[in-house]
């Protein structure tokens, strides 16, 4: 059976609303600071280029995350992150071991979660899913894919509880 897409998406720009207030605050006052020097100490406009390094910062925040993209399959969960260099993690849905919902006050004020998925994958045994829009019932379709993959796979996961030595 070939892979099929059920959900694709990324992070809320909710995420970046400290460094993006920040960015534009700094901005102002490096504007502000600029302007003065232009006019009081004839400093020329190019040093006004520096005053913009702020805005820079919060365009690459906005950049990364929207390079950082979730895409869930009926048989993996893949993760592609990088703006210049791309890097994809694949997890395998039939290791989740745990869904974990968690939705901070400031998420819930925009209608936002977060998932945890605790996995079997040594190379990623936590994986978070952070600010995605709680409507799509997202962990709802990974628990589905979860178990369907577990079933057409066989495969159970066994927790083994061993005595102190």
């Given at each position: 059976m070939p892979e099929e897409t059920i959900w694709s998406g990324c992070s809320s720009h909710v995420k970046n609303f400290r460094p993006y207030l920040l960015c534009l605050?700094?901005?102002a006052i490096f504007e502000a600071v600029g302007i003065y020097f232009i006019f009081h100490y004839k400093v020329t406009m190019a040093l006004m280029a520096v005053t913009d390094?702020?805005?820079?910062i919060g365009f690459w925040k906005w950049l990364a995350l929207r390079a950082r993209v979730?895409?869930?399959t009926n048989e993996r969960l893949l993760i592609t992150e990088g703006v210049l260099n791309k890097t994809t993690d694949s997890l395998e849905l039939y290791r989740v071991?745990?869904?974990r919902v968690v939705q901070p006050l400031w998420q819930?004020?925009?209608g936002l979660e977060t998932i945890e998925l605790d996995t079997s994958d040594?190379?990623?045994?936590?994986?978070?899913?952070?600010?995605?829009?709680?409507d799509l019932h997202l962990a709802d379709k990974l628990r589905e894919q979860v178990e369907a993959?577990?079933?057409?796979?066989r495969v159970r996961d066994l927790d083994v509880d061993l005595p102190p030595q």
């Open positions: 605050l700094f901005t390094f702020p805005m820079f979730f895409r869930l071991r745990d869904i819930r004020m925009f040594d190379s990623s045994p936590l994986v978070v899913i952070d600010f995605i829009s709680a993959c577990r079933v057409a796979k």
